[in-house]
């Protein structure tokens, strides 16, 4: 948040002026937040405070890898919604709230889930305040996770950590514009006739290959089976 003092040099009277705050676009946030979200579910494997635990006793040897492993664990916390109460278990009493507890609210009461007790704490907060919070701790949550996986990558360059390499090499994400099948055979056949059962026994008579029957067949209400 910034803002301006002003003065007014005739009167004497002050104010306060906040300068607007630039929102990132809603769907670049909604995203990372997807991508994320495991790291802070305390039910799920790879919550960064069980990952940072196992990496801990791993490096137990050597104090600079256990003070990264737990500067680490420091910047998870802060951007972490839910440290250090834990998850809401009451709606909303206290007329004050904490910037954690916004962004908690549209994160867990509005994108990721439908909990009730957390839209509580979005009364009377806009929307666009509530987006700027969620980004503030979508983004740290995103920088902290970045981090540890350079961490995870010097550990395995330097030998102290073996992980399987196509777990830094497997395409997860999805940059084409098009799919193009590879394709073994196409068969067809009228309109109506079943579906095979299983695809790995020979086709019946209904079937034909398409360049056996493509031509001069009109080709109007036929149905094609890959």
């Known amino acids: 948040m910034t803002f301006n003092l002003i003065v007014n040099t005739k009167t004497g009277e002050r104010s306060v002026e906040m300068k607007p705050a630039p929102l990132l676009p809603t769907e670049q946030v909604e995203s990372a937040a997807a991508r994320v979200r495991p790291l802070f579910l305390k039910d799920d494997g790879v919550h960064y405070d069980k990952v940072l635990s196992g990496l801990s006793e791993l490096v137990a040897a050597s104090p600079a890898y256990r003070k990264e492993v737990e500067d680490l664990r420091a910047k998870f916390r802060i951007a972490d919604p839910d440290y250090p109460d834990g998850r809401p278990k009451a709606a909303r009493s206290e007329a004050s709230m904490s910037n954690k507890e916004v962004a ?3 994160l867990y009461g509005h994108l990721l889930h439908e909990d009730e007790v957390r839209r509580s ?14 980004t503030k701790t979508v983004c740290s949550e995103m920088v902290a996770a970045v981090e540890t996986l ?9 030998g102290v950590l073996d992980l399987p390499e196509d777990l830094f090499t497997a395409p ?3 940059s084409a514009s098009e799919w193009a099948p590879t394709l073994l055979e196409v068969y067809v056949a009228d309109v109506g006739t079943p579906m095979p059962a299983d695809l790995n026994e020979p086709l ?7 360049h056996d029957e493509f031509g001069p067949k009109n080709f109007g209400g036929t149905q094609f089976n890959s």
Request: aromatic share 12%; glycine share 8%.
């Open 104 to 106: 908690g609210a549209w």
């Open 121 to 134: 704490y979005a009364s009377g907060i806009s929307a666009e305040e509530m987006l700027l919070n969620a």
């Open 150 to 158: 350079h961490f995870l990558e010097r550990l395995v360059v330097e």
């Open 172 to 174: 997860v994400t999805v």
């Open 204 to 210: 019946d008579g209904a079937w034909q290959k398409v």
